[in-house]
C-alpha cells in the first residue's frame, strides 16, 4: 500500500488525513492474518504518518511488517514479538524498543531509517533479540542525548549485521553509543563507511562479543568517545576470521581509543592504510594486553598517539604470523612503559619494523622486555627513536638487526639488551656513536650489553665496540667482552680475540675492583709485561732479557776490582787456582747464569763465583737477587700463559 509520494521528514509535520493511518489498524490487521490465509509478501505500507503507538508486544503475527518512508509520532514495541521478518526501511521512529524479538527472517532499519530524542533506555533496543537472517542498518541515523543510540546486549544474529554506507550514531553516557556486548553474529559485522560518537562515554562497546566470520570497521569508520573504557570496546571479544579497521579514525581525550584486552582473532588483524588513534592516560591509545592473533598483525602505516602514555599498550600479546610495525607506523607516547610497549610478547613470524618512527619525549621509545620472536625482529629501514630501546630478557630465534636505527636522543641509556640472547645480530656501532672516534661521542649514549649473547654478530668492527664497551657502559662488566672474544675465537679471529681480552682487563684495572693500591699495580705491571697472560711471547722476551743482563753483570763484574788485594769482583775461587789467574769470559757469563737463574746451576761456580767480602762483590750480589726475583716472576707468567691458566680469569 503507498499512502504517498511524500519523506518521511515531510510526513512528520503533515496533517492531511488522506495520509495518516492509525497503528492500531496496523496492529488489527497483522493479528487478523492466519497462516494459511497470509499474503507471503505480508503487509507494506509506504509513506503513510502512522499516529498512536504501535504496540506488538508478544505478538506472533504470520506475515511480515514493511514500513518504508514512514513517520511515527510516537515509539513502537516489540518486546517479545515474534515476526516472519520486519522492515523499517527510511522510516522515522521516535524510538524502537524490541527486547527479545525474534525474527524468522530479516531485520531492516536501514536507508534513512531515523531515531532521535532523549531516551535513558536507549534509543533501539534489541535486548537479547534473536534475528534468523541479517540485520540491516546500513545508512540509519540514531541520536540519542541521555543514553545509548542502539542497545543490542546478547543479540544473536544468525546472518551479517551491517552498518554500513554512512550509518550514523551518537549517543552519551557511560554505557555507549552502540552496545553489543556478549552477543553474537554468525555471519559478519560489518561498520564500514559509518561514524559514532559520545561525549560521555564508549563509542561501541562488544566486550565478549562472538563473530563467526570478520568485522569491518574500516574505508573509514569513525568512532569518537570519552573515558578510560575507551572508545571501542572489544575486550575479551572472539572473531572468526580477520578484523579490520584500515583506515579508521579512533579519538578519545580521556583513555584509550581502542580497548581489546584479550582479544582473539582467528586470522589477521589490520591496522594500516593511515589508521590514527588517538588517547591519553597510561592504558595506552592503542591497548591490546593478552590478545591473541592467530594470522598477521599489520599496523603498516598506523598512527598511535597519546601525550600521557604508550602510544601502542600490547603486553603478553601473541601473534601466530608477523607482527608489522613498519612503513610509515608512528607511536608517540609519554611515561615509563613506552611509545610502544610488547613486554611479554610472543611474535610466531618476524617483527618488521622498517620505517617506523617511535618517540617518547620522557620514557622509552620502545619497551619489549621478555619478547619472544621465533623469527627475526628488523629495524633494518629507516627507523627513528626518540627514546631508550628496551629490549631486557628477549629471547629471539632468528636475526636481530638494527642496521636502520637513528636514534635522535643520545642523553642516558639508549639501547638495553641486558639478559637477551639471539642467533645474529647486526648492531653498528654508528648507532651509539657515530664518530669514528668513540671518545668524540663523550659518556652521553649508553648501553646495557650486560648478558647479551647472540652466536654470530654481523659487520662487526672489534676496534670500534671495544670503544663501545669501555667509554659507553655505566660500570665494568666482563661478561659483554667474554661474549665478544668468544665469537671473534669461534670464527678463526684469535688475535683479535685476545686484543678483546686485554681490554676487558684494561677497563677492570680502569673501573672494576681489584682491590687495594698493591694488587691495582701488580694488575697494571702483569698487563705490561705478560699482556694480561695473552702475550706470552712478550714474557719471553722480558726473560731473555733478564738472562742477559745477568750474564752481563757477571762479565762486567770479572773486570771490575774488589779491594785493595787487586782481585776482581768475580774471580777464582781459592781452591781452584793460583793466586793472581783471572776467570775466562765464558766463566765470567756462567757466574752471572748461575746467580741469576733460580732453580739451576752451570757448575761454574766451583771455579769462579763472587767475592762477597768486598763491597762491590755485594752490589753485585745484590743486583743478581734481584734479577733473580724477576726470573722468578717472569717464568711464572710464561708458565701460567702458556698453559692457559690465565685466560680462565675473568
Same mark, same amino acid.
Given at each position: 500500500?503507498?499512502?504517498?509520494?511524500?519523506?518521511?521528514?515531510?510526513?512528520?509535520?503533515?496533517?492531511?488525513?488522506?495520509?495518516?493511518?492509525?497503528?492500531?489498524? +496496523?496492529?488489527?490487521?497483522?493479528?487478523?492474518?492466519?497462516?494459511?490465509?497470509?499474503?507471503?509478501? =505480508?503487509? !507494506?505500507?509506504?509513506?503513510?504518518?502512522?499516529?498512536?503507538?504501535?504496540?506488538?508486544?508478544?505478538?506472533?503475527?504470520?506475515?511480515? *511488517?514493511?514500513?518504508?518512508?514512514?513517520?511515527?509520532?510516537?515509539?513502537?514495541? *516489540?518486546?517479545?514479538?515474534? %515476526?516472519?521478518? *520486519?522492515?523499517?526501511?527510511?522510516?522515522?521512529?521516535?524510538?524502537?524498543?524490541?527486547?527479545?524479538?525474534?525474527?524468522?527472517?530479516? /531485520?531492516?532499519?536501514?536507508?534513512?531509517?531515523?531515531?532521535?530524542?532523549?531516551?535513558?533506555?536507549?534509543?533501539?533496543?534489541?535486548? $537479547?533479540?534473536?534475528?534468523?537472517?541479517?540485520?540491516?542498518?546500513?545508512?540509519?541515523?540514531?541520536?540519542?542525548?541521555?543514553?545509548?543510540?542502539?542497545?543490542?546486549?546478547?543479540?544473536?544474529?544468525?546472518?551479517?549485521?551491517?552498518?554500513?554506507?554512512?550509518?550514523?550514531?551518537?549517543?552519551?553516557?557511560?554505557?555507549?553509543?552502540?552496545?553489543?556486548?556478549?552477543?553474537?553474529?554468525?555471519?559478519?559485522?560489518? /561498520?564500514?563507511?559509518s561514524e559514532l560518537s559520545n561525549r560521555s562515554g564508549p563509542a561501541f562497546v562488544g566486550e565478549q562479543l562472538v563473530v563467526d566470520g570478520a568485522v569491518f570497521m574500516n574505508q573509514p569508520f569513525v568512532a569518537t568517545g570519552h573515558g578510560v573504557a575507551g572508545t571501542v570496546r572489544l575486550t575479551s571479544a572472539s572473531l572468526g576470521s580477520e578484523l579490520s579497521l584500515a583506515g579508521a579514525r579512533l579519538s578519545n581525550d580521556s583513555g584509550p581509543a581502542l580497548s581489546a584486552d584479550g582479544l582473539r582473532v582467528a586470522t589477521d588483524l589490520a591496522l594500516s592504510e593511515d589508521f590514527q588513534a588517538d588517547g591519553r592516560g597510561e592504558r595506552g591509545a592503542i591497548?591490546?594486553?593478552?590478545?591473541?592473533?592467530?594470522?598477521?598483525?599489520?599496523?603498516?602505516?598506523?598512527?598511535?598517539?597519546?601525550?600521557?602514555?604508550?602510544?601502542?599498550?600490547?603486553?603478553? &600479546?601473541?601473534?601466530?604470523?608477523?607482527?608489522?610495525?613498519?612503513?610509515?607506523?608512528?607511536?608517540?607516547?609519554?611515561?615509563?612503559?613506552?611509545?610502544?610497549?610488547?613486554?611479554?610478547?610472543?611474535?610466531?613470524?618476524?617483527?618488521?619494523?622498517?620505517?617506523?618512527?617511535? #618517540?617518547?619525549?620522557?620514557?622509552?621509545?620502545?619497551?619489549? @622486555?621478555?619478547?619472544?620472536?621465533?623469527?627475526?625482529?628488523?629495524?633494518?629501514?629507516?627507523?627513528?627513536?626518540?627514546?631508550?630501546?628496551?629490549?631486557?630478557?628477549?629471547? &629471539?630465534?632468528?636475526?636481530?638487526?638494527?642496521?636502520?636505527? @637513528?636514534?635522535?636522543?643520545?642523553?642516558?641509556?639508549?639501547?638495553?639488551?641486558?639478559?637477551?640472547?639471539?642467533?645474529?645480530?647486526? %648492531?653498528?656501532?654508528?648507532?651509539?656513536?657515530?664518530?669514528?672516534?668513540?671518545?668524540?661521542?663523550?659518556?652521553?649514549?649508553?648501553?646495557?650489553?650486560?648478558?647479551?649473547?647472540?652466536?654470530?654478530?654481523?659487520?662487526?668492527?672489534?676496534?670500534?665496540?671495544?670503544? +663501545?664497551?669501555?667509554?659507553?657502559?655505566?660500570?665494568?662488566?666482563?661478561?659483554?667482552?667474554?661474549?665478544?672474544?668468544?665469537?671473534?675465537?669461534?670464527?678463526?679471529?684469535?688475535?683479535?680475540?685476545? @686484543?678483546? %681480552?686485554?681490554?676487558?682487563?684494561?677497563? %677492570?684495572?680502569?673501573?672494576?675492583?681489584? =682491590?687495594?693500591?698493591?694488587?691495582?699495580?701488580?694488575?697494571?705491571?702483569?698487563?705490561?709485561?705478560?699482556?694480561?697472560?695473552?702475550?706470552?711471547?712478550?714474557?719471553?722476551?722480558?726473560?731473555?732479557?733478564?738472562?742477559?743482563?745477568?750474564?752481563?753483570?757477571?762479565?762486567?763484574?770479572?773486570?771490575?776490582?774488589?779491594?785493595?788485594?787487586?782481585?776482581?769482583?768475580?774471580?777464582?775461587?781459592?781452591?781452584?787456582?793460583?793466586?793472581?789467574?783471572?776467570?775466562?769470559?765464558?766463566?765470567?757469563?756462567?757466574? =752471572?747464569?748461575?746467580?741469576? /737463574?733460580?732453580?739451576?746451576?752451570?757448575?761454574? #761456580?766451583? !771455579?769462579?763465583?763472587?767475592?762477597?767480602?768486598?763491597?762491590?762483590?755485594? +752490589?753485585?750480589?745484590?743486583?743478581?737477587?734481584?734479577?733473580?726475583?724477576?726470573?722468578? $716472576?717472569?717464568?711464572?707468567?710464561? *708458565?701460567?700463559?702458556?698453559?692457559?691458566?690465565?685466560?680462565?680469569?675473568?
Amino acid at each position: 500500500m503507498v499512502c504517498s509520494d511524500l519523506s518521511a521528514d515531510a510526513l512528520a509535520v503533515t496533517q492531511e488525513p488522506a495520509y495518516q493511518m492509525p497503528a492500531r489498524v +496496523i496492529r488489527r490487521v497483522l493479528l487478523a492474518a492466519t497462516a494459511g490465509q497470509a499474503d507471503p509478501r =505480508g503487509l !507494506r505500507i509506504r509513506g503513510a504518518r502512522i499516529t498512536g503507538q504501535l504496540d506488538l508486544t508478544h505478538a506472533y503475527p504470520a506475515i511480515g *511488517l514493511g514500513l518504508i518512508d514512514c513517520a511515527f509520532d510516537q515509539g513502537i514495541e *516489540l518486546q517479545d514479538a515474534h %515476526l516472519p521478518w *520486519l522492515s523499517l526501511t527510511g522510516s522515522h521512529v521516535p524510538q524502537l524498543i524490541a527486547d527479545r524479538m525474534q525474527t524468522d527472517g530479516v /531485520l531492516k532499519l536501514d536507508s534513512g531509517f531515523r531515531v532521535v530524542g532523549s531516551h535513558s533506555r536507549g534509543a533501539v533496543c534489541l535486548v $537479547a533479540a534473536h534475528i534468523r537472517g541479517q540485520l540491516d542498518m546500513s545508512g540509519a541515523h540514531l541520536d540519542n542525548q541521555s543514553g545509548p543510540a542502539l542497545v543490542a546486549d546478547r543479540i544473536q544474529v544468525e546472518g551479517t549485521a551491517c552498518f554500513k554506507g554512512g550509518f550514523h550514531a551518537a549517543g552519551a553516557g557511560e554505557d555507549g553509543t552502540i552496545r553489543m556486548p556478549e552477543s553474537h553474529i554468525a555471519g559478519q559485522l560489518v /561498520l564500514s563507511n559509518s561514524e559514532l560518537s559520545n561525549r560521555s562515554g564508549p563509542a561501541f562497546v562488544g566486550e565478549q562479543l562472538v563473530v563467526d566470520g570478520a568485522v569491518f570497521m574500516n574505508q573509514p569508520f569513525v568512532a569518537t568517545g570519552h573515558g578510560v573504557a575507551g572508545t571501542v570496546r572489544l575486550t575479551s571479544a572472539s572473531l572468526g576470521s580477520e578484523l579490520s579497521l584500515a583506515g579508521a579514525r579512533l579519538s578519545n581525550d580521556s583513555g584509550p581509543a581502542l580497548s581489546a584486552d584479550g582479544l582473539r582473532v582467528a586470522t589477521d588483524l589490520a591496522l594500516s592504510e593511515d589508521f590514527q588513534a588517538d588517547g591519553r592516560g597510561e592504558r595506552g591509545a592503542i591497548r591490546l594486553t593478552g590478545a591473541h592473533i592467530e594470522g598477521e598483525f599489520d599496523a603498516s602505516n598506523a598512527h598511535a598517539t597519546n601525550p600521557t602514555g604508550p602510544g601502542l599498550s600490547a603486553r603478553d &600479546i601473541r601473534v601466530g604470523e608477523a607482527l608489522y610495525i613498519g612503513e610509515g607506523f608512528s607511536a608517540r607516547g609519554a611515561g615509563k612503559w613506552g611509545a610502544l610497549y610488547l613486554t611479554g610478547a610472543t611474535i610466531v613470524g618476524p617483527l618488521v619494523a622498517g620505517g617506523a618512527r617511535l #618517540r617518547n619525549s620522557s620514557g622509552p621509545s620502545m619497551r619489549a @622486555e621478555r619478547l619472544h620472536a621465533l623469527s627475526d625482529v628488523r629495524l633494518d629501514k629507516d627507523v627513528t627513536v626518540k627514546g631508550e630501546i628496551r629490549l631486557q630478557g628477549t629471547v &629471539i630465534e632468528g636475526k636481530l638487526d638494527f642496521s636502520g636505527v @637513528e636514534v635522535r636522543r643520545r642523553n642516558g641509556c639508549i639501547l638495553d639488551l641486558a639478559g637477551s640472547k639471539t642467533k645474529e645480530v647486526l %648492531l653498528p656501532a654508528d648507532l651509539i656513536c657515530t664518530d669514528q672516534d668513540e671518545h668524540a661521542c663523550g659518556d652521553a649514549a649508553r648501553v646495557d650489553l650486560t648478558g647479551f649473547t647472540y652466536a654470530q654478530f654481523i659487520d662487526i668492527d672489534p676496534k670500534r665496540w671495544l670503544g +663501545i664497551l669501555r667509554h659507553h657502559t655505566d660500570k665494568y662488566r666482563p661478561q659483554p667482552y667474554q661474549q665478544l672474544a668468544l665469537l671473534l675465537k669461534s670464527q678463526g679471529h684469535d688475535n683479535p680475540a685476545r @686484543e678483546v %681480552l686485554r681490554a676487558q682487563q684494561d677497563d %677492570l684495572r680502569a673501573r672494576g675492583d681489584l =682491590g687495594n693500591l698493591l694488587a691495582r699495580v701488580s694488575h697494571w705491571a702483569w698487563g705490561v709485561f705478560a699482556g694480561y697472560g695473552y702475550r706470552v711471547r712478550r714474557v719471553a722476551g722480558a726473560l731473555a732479557v733478564a738472562l742477559f743482563v745477568a750474564a752481563a753483570l757477571g762479565v762486567v763484574g770479572g773486570s771490575i776490582q774488589a779491594g785493595a788485594n787487586g782481585k776482581p769482583v768475580v774471580a777464582p775461587t781459592s781452591a781452584a787456582a793460583a793466586p793472581g789467574t783471572t776467570c775466562s769470559f765464558i766463566e765470567r757469563i756462567g757466574v =752471572g747464569l748461575d746467580r741469576g /737463574l733460580p732453580l739451576a746451576s752451570t757448575g761454574i #761456580r766451583d !771455579r769462579c763465583d763472587l767475592d762477597t767480602r768486598s763491597t762491590a762483590g755485594q +752490589i753485585f750480589t745484590a743486583l743478581l737477587w734481584g734479577i733473580q726475583v724477576v726470573i722468578w $716472576a717472569l717464568a711464572t707468567l710464561a *708458565l701460567a700463559g702458556y698453559t692457559g691458566l690465565i685466560r680462565k680469569l675473568n
